[in-house]
């Protein structure tokens, strides 16, 4: 019987890491029927995060108040990767053939595998991310002020022009100086960013001139001023970030797995009930996967935003018809199961004390199997897969005899459940919420 119960438990503790993935792929899937199959490079990019932020402010330190702001590290970057995916690669094909999409979530989970494990311990890349990021701020700064509308579906990237004209021009200003002398002293770092504030505005007086005849939203000179301005001092605050944190760490390659961060409180000795050991670690795991289920029934059911998403879910149309951002909400979608998936990282760095850059792949293949096992598109059901597959996992590696059992099959029987699910059920169990649109 101890026994018994000691699979149960693996399964549970296994079964909660697979629902907090499998919540992401049916989020996304019920808002715009999408199979995200690069959810589990996202998941995967949650645990670098948390490594990430570990070893720029915690290298060596196990005290357990580090552990929620590695969660932090890895939601921002988990979120970041999704949002981006979402607005670079899906929104475009959010109209195409459903082929379409699909093929390119492939894309995008091989991209973003090789890009970590070629990448990660090289931070050279992070400068181009800063520029981009500092174009956003001057932009952002820039319409604040006067609170511009750069929105418009016909005009918007003439409305948006002069903003980003300036942006990029302060921060072009930048990159040339940087190029030139990567060690620019202090007294010559005002002028740096008040050159390129110059630069920026007469480039963005030079957009605005070239687009004064097709835009509707007519951009201000202090809004142009202050989006070069912004945009110079990020640019700025970017490089100082590079050079006196980012290049201080002598960072591992992902080409091969990572020593995770051991935390005290959540790792350590196992505890032992009965006959029965738990790790730390697995109860970490449980105990996340019960609170987010819980704040996330309150943020869909109790919320404006959760009763938009529900909204859209049955009909994005009409939904937009009644005053619904449906891009905000497909945007909140992606981000919702991208921070789940970077807590199931980081759970998983603490069971298995490693990470890898491959890791996302085959998580990513069960947590799809625990929602197909569930109810696509059933957030509920996508919690009770992910529980049901993991102790299937767990009881088949413990009871079936033979050269069929064992852990080496445990991969095998969880896809053999998802063949079963798809000719015999495959609404799943709970039933998969997909409303026909006419």
Known sequence: MDQFFQQLVNGLTLGSLYALIAVGYTVVYGIVQLINFAHGEVFMIGAFGALTTYLLFFDGKTAIWVLPIMILGAMIASVGTAVLMERVAYRPLRNAP????????????????????????????????????????????????????????????????????????????????????????????????????????????????????????????????????????????????????????????????????????????????????????AVFTMAALAVCAILLWFFINRTRIGRGMQAVSQDPDTARLMGINVDRIIVVAFALGAVLAAIAGVSQGLQNNNIEFRMGFLAGLKAFTAAVLGGIGNIYGAVVGGLVLGVVEAMATQYIPGQFGGSTWKDAWAFVILILVLVFRPQGLLGARVVDRA
Do not use: C
């Open 98 to 281: 459903r082929l379409a999409p699909l093929i390119t979530a492939i894309g995008i989970s091989v991209f973003l595998q090789e890009f970590i494990r070629l990448m990660y311990d090289q931070p050279a890349w992070t400068v181009a991310v800063f520029a981009g990021l500092a174009i956003a701020v001057g932009y952002v700064v820039g319409q604040l002020p006067e609170r511009l509308n750069l929105d418009h579906p016909v005009s918007k990237w003439y409305d948006r022009a002069p903003l980003l004209g300036a942006g990029a021009g302060a921060v072009l200003l930048w990159i040339v100086v940087r190029l030139i002398a990567r060690d620019v002293t202090v007294l010559l770092v005002p002028a740096v960013i008040i050159g390129g504030a110059v630069a920026g505005t007469l480039i963005g007086f030079l957009f605005a001139s070239a687009a004064r005849k097709q835009a509707r939203t007519t951009t201000s000179p202090k809004a142009i001023v202050l989006a070069a301005a912004s945009a110079a001092v990020a640019a700025e605050l970017g490089w100082v970030i590079f050079k006196t944190l980012l290049t201080s760490i002598e960072w591992p390659t992902a080409k091969q797995r990572i020593p995770f961060p051991q935390i005290d409180v959540v790792t350590g000795s196992a505890l032992t009930v009965g006959g029965v050991t738990i790790q730390r670690s």
